[in-house]
């Protein structure tokens, strides 16, 4: 049996992190991962590009039961620590949209930084590997045994292994079942940063819109964000709805209003005024893509001349457009899902550490921790940052 000082279980984007900080310090430390390959969701995050970081990164863009959890973390190592990192391996980046930042070139380069900082720091990766067992010492370290029985002894047992999301890159509960071994509570965990799904007949009325996007204000539960909004042959996608399926729960309505620049009631009534011959649809699909015009017309049974309409019909034809209730029947799941909502209960755990209060040496960092962060890189960010912190004393 091998005697170090740190393992870490995840070589994803927390796991890389705090191996790094700890072997800055001179800790002799091993990362295992069960994939043949390292940091697979940097790899396919941002479409390749690997939105790294947000600018505006704040506890505000995080949710978990305990609201303040995430603060110290964001404090000590920041988005601006991570972008100085970038910027000493010369990789080159920009600003998308509201403050998310990518690579100008490849996610690889992420990766690769990482990886470097990781041989600098001494760290051994042992990649294929996968834990079978796992032992709390008398002495309070780990011994730690894997499927093709290579052991170690370690100190400090760092979970980093992440959530459930996209099962097909390796996603596992394992974080979860390493805390229930150690009495450790798990906040219920749901897909997050997910697309929506109609019911059947709702998606067989709508799958005419597939392919059609919009800048929208989407609504649920007291929460809101305006971003574009796809509408997919299986129900609601893109930017806006990925931010609001974390807020969303199943039997929840979400309000969504299809064009904010515009008051559809007061276009509808001028156009009355002024074009009473023009077809409803004609009018609407000023400030809606045609296909989506014609589809809100016909399910109001508009088929005619404007000046041949109501008031009323146009305002209940209106609340369709700026307010929008619809109820989805669920998600796509944690297929798809960028993020996985709950896990590790942050009342085990000491913010500033990440250490288990009542299992000293045991820490959990990144995906795995009730800790989720809106879409745009925030993820990103609590991975380093609870990484990080981490690192410092582990």
């Not at 979400?254 to 509808?268: R, S």
Request: aromatic content about 8%; charged content about 20%.
């Amino acid at each position: 049996m091998k005697k170090i000082d740190v393992l870490v279980i995840g070589a994803g984007a927390a796991g890389l992190m705090c191996a790094i900080e700890a072997g800055k310090r001179g800790r002799s430390v091993v990362i295992v991962d069960h994939s043949a390959k390292p940091a697979e969701k940097i790899r396919i995050s941002g479409g390749g590009r690997c939105n790294f970081t947000n600018l505006h990164a704040s506890p505000e863009n995080f949710i978990s039961q305990n609201k303040r959890f995430c603060v110290s973390a964001l404090k000590r190592y920041t988005q601006f620590d991570f972008i100085d990192l970038v910027n000493r391996y010369d990789i080159a980046w920009h600003e998308k949209t509201l403050g998310q930042l990518f690579c100008d070139e490849s996610s690889f380069q992420i990766i690769d930084m990482l990886l470097d900082e990781c041989d600098a720091a001494n760290v051994e990766l042992r990649l294929n590997t996968e834990i079978s067992n796992i032992i709390r010492r008398d002495d309070a370290g780990f011994d730690v045994t894997t499927r093709t029985g290579a052991q170690w002894t370690c100190q400090s047992l760092v979970v980093a292994c992440g959530g459930l999301s996209i099962p097909k890159i390796g996603a596992t509960g394992f974080g979860y079942q390493i805390a229930r071994q150690f009495g450790i509570d798990i906040v219920p965990t749901r897909a997050a940063l997910v697309p929506l799904t109609f019911d059947p007949d709702m998606r067989a009325d709508m799958g005419q819109l597939s392919g059609i996007s919009v800048d929208a204000i989407v609504q649920c539960n007291k929460k809101q964000f305006r971003e574009g909004l796809l509408f997919t042959h299986r129900g609601l996608s893109g930017p806006s709805i990925l931010q609001i399926s974390s807020y969303w729960d199943e039997g929840n309505a979400i309000t969504v209003n299809l064009n904010p620049e515009e008051d559809a009631f007061d276009l509808l009534k001028s156009a009355k005024a002024e074009s009473p011959k023009q077809a409803v649809h004609n009018v609407l699909s000023r400030i809606l893509p045609n296909r989506l015009a014609q589809m809100i017309t016909a399910r109001h049974g508009l088929d005619r001349p404007i000046g041949e309409t109501g008031d009323k019909a146009l305002r209940l034809l209106a609340t369709d457009v700026n307010q929008w209730s619809v109820m989805p029947q669920g998600s796509e799941g944690y297929r798809t899902a960028e993020v996985t909502l709950g896990g590790v209960d942050t009342n085990a755990l000491s913010s500033k550490t990440m250490e288990c209060r009542d299992v000293p040496g045991l820490y959990f960092i990144g995906e795995v921790v009730d800790v989720t962060g809106h879409l745009g890189g925030f993820n990103f960010q609590w991975a380093w940052s609870s990484g990080w912190s981490a690192g410092q004393v582990v």
